[in-house]
């Protein structure tokens, strides 16, 4: 295939056992943050550019060398979200979602984003994330909360991850940092890579976040930051929190995030099976963001998790069952008749059609009234022989087959077969309702 018919460097087709790993995440999310009282919010994937270099920060990596800017034909200049929480917040202001009752806004979100890095296992260029943002409390109980969730949603997915936890000092606290670490680093000048001697002249924070191991190895003895009585109050209240409901972390004073909007408590849960980007979920609190983006003064925390990483996790699950490929419950074969046309729907074929649509109706009313698991009714509409289609069957393991031939069609029957022990009776369907022949079936197939 050429090139320019591939899938574009750094994207992928996520399908098979990645996809069901997906739908298991949303799925776990979308009950998890019903629980938490959190409501779904569906941003544009594209935003103004300036969105994205007023709130992660023009000094940051996303922002400098990361980000999809474009033009749209009015010459606006608009970009690919490369994370959520900028739109989330966008949104939040325009649309005054503050104004709900109680002053605490819980938002969800769950969607593709876009980052122009180099790509590697574990790093795209369209990836998604899942996360949540509460507007409108600077209690240490919300950090809690948002801890909470996320070491939770990790929990519930069977996906064990360390959680990293720091506070990012106040305005003074940082200023009186930043000094002490430009200090420390001035004096390692010439062992910094080309980027963090930009960074130091910029953010001399940044150079903490830095993935090169000579960097590492100066910042690993970098002086810490000396917390002010205000945010080691704060941060200890949000350890005492977490110790009190039993999530489990590790102090990390060298955890400062790639994004520029942090304020006090920062995390992330990273996993020593994902290799070099071991990062599966990030957050923290961005108290002066709402504020900076022209909103009321409103303090705010969330994360976002990377689905593909927590999907790679998943996939690394001992337990494959839940993977396997779709089993038929009943396999409906409605042999083609060497003489009829593919083109046209024999008597038996019409039949066939007609039947399998009651069976998808009546065990869709199943799950959705009793709560059973979706079966699968397969359809043969490749107009197999029946011998092939019984083949097809036996291969797929179906548990039953229902057979509609030329007789069947005739006298209103359908011939059922367990597969399993060869038991078989004509049953008759002609003129019955669905609920009748849900009956039959339950004890038939019982
Ligand atoms: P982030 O740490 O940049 O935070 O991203 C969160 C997660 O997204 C990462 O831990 C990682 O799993 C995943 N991720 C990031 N980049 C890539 C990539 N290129 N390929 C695959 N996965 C990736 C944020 O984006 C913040 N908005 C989180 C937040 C919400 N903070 C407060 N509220």
Redesign the pocket.
Same mark, same amino acid.
């Given at each position: 295939m050429t090139e320019a018919l591939s899938a574009p460097r750094g994207t992928r087709d996520i399908v098979g056992e990645e996809a069901i790993a997906f739908a298991e995440i949303e799925e776990a999310a979308t009950a998890l943050f019903a629980h938490y009282g959190y409501s779904e919010i569906i941003a544009p994937i594209f935003e103004s550019a300036e969105l994205f270099t007023q709130s992660v920060g023009d000094d940051t990596d996303i922002v400098k060398k990361e980000m999809y800017v474009f033009e749209d034909r009015k010459a606006r200049k608009l970009a690919l979200r490369p994370?959520?929480?900028a739109g989330v917040v966008r949104a939040y202001i325009e649309r005054s979602l503050g104004e709900g009752p109680g002053g605490v806004t819980r938002l969800w979100y769950n969607g593709p984003m876009f980052?122009y890095?180099r790509p590697q296992a574990? @790093?795209?260029r369209q990836?998604v994330?899942l996360?949540c943002?509460l507007f409108g409390s600077s209690s240490p109980a919300a950090d809690i909360e948002v801890i909470d969730i996320a070491t939770r949603l990790l929990h519930r997915l069977g996906v064990a991850v360390e959680a990293r936890l720091n506070h990012l000092g106040c305005r003074n606290c940082k200023r009186d940092y930043a000094a002490e670490l430009a200090g420390y680093l001035k004096g390692h000048m010439d062992a910094l890579c080309p980027d963090c001697r930009d960074r130091l002249a910029r953010n001399p924070l940044r150079v903490l976040d830095c993935k090169v191991e000579t960097c590492r190895r100066i910042t690993a003895s970098a002086p810490r930051i000396r917390h002010c009585d205000s945010c080691q109050g704060e941060f200890a209240a949000v350890k005492k929190g977490l110790d009190r409901i039993g999530v489990p972390y590790r102090s990390d004073p060298t955890l400062v @995030?790639?994004?520029g909007y942090y304020t006090g408590t920062v995390f992330?849960m990273i996993s020593s099976e994902l290799g070099a980007q071991d990062?599966?979920?990030?957050?923290?609190r961005?108290d002066e963001l709402v504020e900076s983006m022209g909103g009321k003064p409103t303090p705010a925390v969330?994360?976002?998790?990377?689905v593909?990483?927590l999907a790679q996790l998943i996939c690394m699950r001992q337990d494959k069952a839940w993977a396997s490929s779709p089993v038929p419950y009943i396999f409906v074969i409605a042999p083609s008749s060497p003489h009829g046309s593919p083109r046209t729907l024999s008597d038996s074929q019409l039949e066939a059609i007609w039947f399998v649509h009651a069976l998808r109706r009546i065990f869709e009313k199943k799950s959705r009234t009793e709560g059973a698991a979706p079966e699968w009714i397969a359809h043969e509409v490749s107009g197999r022989s029946l011998k092939a289609g019984l083949k097809l069957a036996d291969k797929l393991r179906a548990s039953f087959v229902a057979i509609i031939g030329e007789d069947e069609a005739a006298n209103g029957t359908v011939l059922l077969r367990h597969m399993a022990n060869g038991r078989q009776e004509q049953i008759a369907v002609r003129g019955i309702d669905e609920e009748e022949l849900a009956n039959k079936l339950d004890e038939w197939c019982r």
């Open positions: 994370e959520g929480t980052r890095e574990g @790093r795209y990836f994330q996360g943002e @995030r790639g994004l992330e990062a599966v979920l990030g957050g923290g961005y969330g994360f976002a998790v990377g593909d990483r």
